[in-house]
């Protein structure tokens, strides 16, 4: 069990659907794994028709596709698809200012700083697990900010559609400067959040996710 792991449930649909979905984002099971339900089902100690539930539901969210037999496969995504996805996440990042209420919890920015702490780490340590887990908890702590439900579920759907796809292009990017966007992107967002600033918020939301775009779509172009 991985650190994501420890605090997630094998005993519910929920937990184990949290489970598999970190393991897609962070690599685990990377872009074409393909998956046995008899596996999976013996791992977590469950019958194969709650499990289907929740490779259903994966499926849903373009994470997984039905292979033959008694197997699902991990999706990759294309320049096009990744182009599409990032547009909408642009434009929902401008604009999450009208769903996030005032003031921003003490937590929240505990959790950005401690996470901005662990990011100084990865200078000299090149762990590309770590760097996902990083951004994922990022993703988590921002997405807690957001009082529209529907908002929320979209922002973190989109998220999860692209996560795997930036971290398996980390080898073609410049660590050093993947490192030092991230520090300057959490000191960025902390400031913000730390005057209220809910329209800067988004304005620099939205900057981050078009150099992410850029960069990443750059490194599968040149595949």
């Not at 988004?202 to 990443?216: E, K, L, P, S, V």
């Amino acid at each position: 069990m991985n650190v994501v792991e420890t605090d997630r449930s094998f005993n519910t649909v929920s937990g184990i659907y949290e489970i598999i979905r970190n393991r897609i984002a962070l690599l685990e099971y990377a872009p074409g794994t393909k998956l046995s339900e008899n596996t999976l089902a013996a791992e977590f100690g469950i019958s194969r028709t709650p499990l289907r539930k929740v490779l259903q539901r994966l499926e849903f969210e373009h994470l997984l596709v039905r292979s033959q037999g008694s197997y699902t496969t991990v999706t990759d995504v294309d320049a096009k698809t990744l182009s599409q996805i990032y547009e909408v996440r642009m434009v929902l990042a401008e604009n999450l200012y009208r769903f996030i209420d005032l003031p921003i919890p003490p937590a929240t920015i505990k959790s950005l700083e401690r996470l901005a702490e662990e990011a100084k780490e990865l200078q000299s340590n090149h762990d590309v697990y770590l760097l996902g887990k990083i951004h994922r908890e990022v993703e988590e702590a921002l997405a807690g900010t957001i009082s529209n439900i529907r908002a929320r579920e979209i922002t973190e759907l989109l998220y999860f559609e692209i996560s795997r796809i930036w971290l398996s292009c980390v080898h073609k990017l410049d660590w050093n400067e993947e490192i030092e966007l991230l520090s300057s992107e959490l000191r960025e967002l902390i400031a913000v959040l730390q005057r209220g600033d809910l329209r800067g918020f988004g304005f620099r939301r939205r900057n981050q996710a078009a150099m992410a775009f850029d960069r990443i779509y750059k490194a599968i172009s040149a595949k």
